[in-house]
Nanobody
Framework: QVQLVESGGGLVQAGGSLRLACAASGNTPGYYTISWFRQAPGKEREFVAAFWRGRQTYYADSVKGRFTIPKDRAKNTVSLQMNSLKPDDTAVYYC???????????????????WGQGTEVTVSS
């Protein structure tokens, strides 16, 4: 069993920064993939970033250069450092995990077996 818990959301002004964290517990193998998605009101769930099988990171075009998954990761924890935040970044951010996802599928939420409860990020103008 794998459990995922997000933390770090909050209210921030445009141009500011936040760091989210996804803590995984349970039977998590070394090749486990942890990714970040977000969902704004009235929008579909959108891919943000992925740490694929513990060795490669990938980012959506909308966040490249602003969001990063830090390399100094704690055991069983994947963070999302968000800089230069924009009002369009406002959403509930979800942590997703899977033990067998292939690289070409990481951007599609339907391929993930494990999900956290979400943490809300609000960016004001």
């Amino acid at each position: 069993q794998v459990q995922l818990v997000e933390s770090g959301g909050g209210l921030v002004q445009a141009g500011g920064s936040l760091r989210l964290a996804c803590a995984a517990s349970g039977n998590t193998p070394g090749y486990y993939t942890i990714s970040w998605f977000r969902q704004a009101p009235g929008k579909e769930r959108e891919f943000v970033a992925a740490f694929w099988r513990g060795r490669q990171t990938y980012y959506a075009d909308s966040v490249k250069g602003r969001f990063t998954i830090p390399k100094d990761r704690a055991k069983n924890t994947v963070s999302l450092q968000m800089n230069s935040l924009k009002p369009d970044d406002t959403a509930v951010y979800y942590c997703a995990g899977d033990s067998g996802i292939i690289l070409s599928s990481v951007r599609n939420h339907i391929h993930y077996d494990d999900w956290g409860q979400g943490t809300e990020v609000t960016v004001s103008s």
